[in-house]
């Protein structure tokens, strides 16, 4: 008889492990709950004069044309940060780093970017964005994964929209969403 009652325990003693950890969870982790904060910040690109240019093709296959469809090709990018969409609101930073057109479809990029905060509420920090971006994509995700100043500790993840080409005055704007846990 005494296997079969060791038997019929263990569920009850393991039933009441799963509830000590429920209970014990919340209150351990009470007050120390990650804060979601969400914003948005937009990028200026000038991707041709006569202002200057701030996104630009430094290196790629050797012989081929360097460019946003050819595989290889590396770019650096240190664009106008505002809080709105207006290009001439006041500047709030830099959305500055690399991106490399990194699959041979040139479908996508891998991006590397750090937004460095210079003025408003997060004036000194930085936020660092690195991941797969998909351009077919009309939102495009890619992973926060570190911070500084105000932001240390981050992570979350952000999501970039083209939202205005001005093929002839050489602008664009980028929408970022920024959904962060801290
Ligand atoms: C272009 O860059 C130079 C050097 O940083 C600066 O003096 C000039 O004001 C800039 N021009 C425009 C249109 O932003
Ligand atoms: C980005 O934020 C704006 C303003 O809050 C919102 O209208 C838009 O739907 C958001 N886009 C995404 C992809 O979350």
Do not use: C
């Amino acid at each position: 008889m005494a296997p079969s009652l060791a038997k019929s325990n263990t569920p009850i003693i393991f039933s009441l492990f799963l509830l000590s950890i429920i209970i014990a969870f919340p209150a351990a982790a009470q007050g120390d709950q990650p804060q979601e904060t969400n914003f948005v910040v937009f990028f200026h690109i000038t991707f041709k004069g006569p202002d200057n240019v701030t996104d630009v093709a430094v290196a790629g296959v050797p012989g081929e044309a360097w460019r946003h469809n050819a595989f290889g090709t590396i770019f650096v990018n240190d664009n106008y940060m505002t809080e709105t969409m207006d290009r001439n609101s006041p500047k709030i930073g830099h959305g500055h780093g690399i991106y490399v057109v990194s699959t041979m479809d040139a479908s996508s990029l891998l991006i590397s970017e750090s937004l460095w905060f210079t003025g408003g509420e997060y004036r000194d920090s930085t936020l660092e964005l690195h991941g797969t971006s998909f351009l077919t994509l009309k939102y495009r995700e890619i992973g926060v994964v570190a911070g500084t100043g105000k932001f240390r500790f981050v992570r979350g993840y952000a999501t970039f929209e083209t939202v205005l080409v001005d093929i002839i005055a050489g602008h664009a704007t980028v929408r970022v969403n920024l959904t962060l846990l801290q």
